[in-house]
């Protein structure tokens, strides 16, 4: 009895730094922005209860709504490229050679950059008049004038901010692809090749199905990343034009401080939260069903 009381309280003594964390850094931040999320509060006045009305007011906030299929549609533009494209890499540079090494390498040492410092690199690449984007496609022929890539137009701005988020996060997804490539047993492959599958083959029935958890724990990070996207966004075109580049993140950030709606911009954060929550819940729920 002492022993498995002993046993009990090891164990609690083990577990109380991360729990002490939990609930420093994670449940009573949520709990402080649900208490926000009831109140009308600037900073410069008193919290006043409202309730429910902030969250009334987002539902009929035509500007956050914008702002929130702005996001979904960068992240379902995104997502899809992220996955493919780091599955691809991992898939020609998962055999161990000094070659393939190398080329890993090149490809991850974006993913350790700051977003913020990879962000002002490719909004100077992206410069209307200095930038090597355009002068490159100005010397191949593709192009007869610079393209005004930021700012102007939605959809040039997206894909522009696309391309710069692909180079800096690709390899992150790539990495992690190989590490579940190379777990495969070797002797899997081998009978695969003596029984003369193609390489296709051996990519859609053996390589795809036993990495299946990890493509879709990379899909929901990279979606969670999306779906949180900021400092691209903030630094690249801050918001232009007229806010249709203004994502769900950059509009919580404009009512929170600039407009010091700290009470509305913890209900819009609440609902971002919950949207990322359900996304997280059909991944665990994929992930079951993929393990059964």
Not at 27 to 50: C, D, E, F, K
Not at 198 to 227: A, D, E, F, K, N
Not at 250 to 270: C, I, Q, T
């Amino acid at each position: 009895m002492r022993r498995s009381l002993r046993g009990r309280l090891v164990g609690i003594a083990y577990l109380a730094p991360a729990l002490i964390f939990v609930l420093a850094f994670t449940a009573y931040p949520l709990g402080q922005m649900v208490w926000m999320s009831l109140h009308n509060w600037s900073l410069i006045t008193p919290p006043r209860y409202v309730g429910l009305g902030n969250y009334e007011r987002a539902f009929s906030d035509t500007q956050f709504w914008v702002s929130f299929l702005f996001t979904l549609k960068y992240t379902a533009l995104i997502t899809p490229v992220l996955i493919v494209g780091g599955y691809a890499l991992a898939l020609l540079t998962s055999q161990n050679s000094p070659l393939r090494r190398f080329t890993r390498t090149v490809v991850f040492i974006p993913v350790v950059i700051g977003l913020g410092v990879s962000s002002l690199l490719w909004y100077w690449l992206f410069s209307t008049d200095f930038g090597l984007v355009n002068r490159i496609l100005l010397d191949l022929g593709l192009i007869s004038k610079p393209v005004l890539w930021l700012g102007v137009d939605a959809d040039t701005s997206n894909l522009a901010i696309s391309t710069s988020v692909v180079w800096k996060v690709i390899g992150f997804g790539m990495i992690l692809f190989v590490g579940a490539i190379q777990a495969i047993p070797s002797e899997i492959t081998e009978a695969t090749l003596v029984d003369g599958a193609s390489y296709r083959q051996r990519v859609t029935r053996v390589i795809l199905p036993l990495t299946l958890r990890t493509v879709l724990l990379v899909t929901l990070v990279s979606v969670i990343g999306s779906l949180l996207a900021f400092d691209q966004f903030y630094i690249m075109t801050a918001g232009q034009p007229q806010n249709e580049t203004a994502t769900s993140v950059f509009y919580v950030y404009l009512n929170s401080f600039p407009y010091l709606k700290l009470g509305y911009g913890a209900a819009l954060s609440l609902v971002l939260a919950l949207t990322i929550l359900a996304f997280t819940v059909i991944q665990l729920l994929l992930t079951r069903r993929s393990h059964s």
